[in-house]
C-alpha cells in the first residue's frame, strides 16, 4: 500500500513537471510571436500576431496559476512571463 501512494506521489510530481514544461514552451512560442509581430508592417497581420502572443501570455499566467509546481518551477515560468510581458509591451509601441 505505501509503495502505491508513493508511487502516485511521484507520478503527480512528474505529470506537473511536464505540464510546467508544456507551459514554458507556450511562453515561449508567445516570445516568438512577439518577434515576428516586431518585423511586420503595421496592419492585420501584426494584430494577429500580437493577439496569439497575448494568449499565450494569459495561459502562462493562468497555469502558474492553477498548478502545484516546485519552487524552481514557478520561478522559472515567472521568469518567462516577465519576458514576455516586456516583449507584448515593447511590441505593441
Request: net charge positive; hydrophobic share 45%; charged share 30%.
Amino acid at each position: 500500500m505505501e509503495a502505491t501512494i508513493a508511487e502516485t506521489k511521484r507520478l503527480c510530481l512528474e505529470a506537473e513537471a511536464g505540464i510546467a514544461r508544456l507551459v514554458i514552451v507556450d511562453i515561449e512560442i508567445g516570445l516568438t510571436f512577439c518577434r515576428i509581430a516586431k518585423r511586420r508592417t503595421p496592419g492585420y497581420a501584426r494584430v494577429k500576431t500580437l493577439e496569439n502572443a497575448r494568449k499565450a501570455y494569459k495561459a502562462g499566467e493562468n497555469w502558474l496559476w492553477r498548478l502545484r509546481m516546485t519552487h524552481a518551477h514557478s520561478s522559472q515560468v515567472a521568469a518567462q512571463l516577465e519576458r514576455l510581458r516586456f516583449e507584448l509591451d515593447s511590441a505593441a509601441r
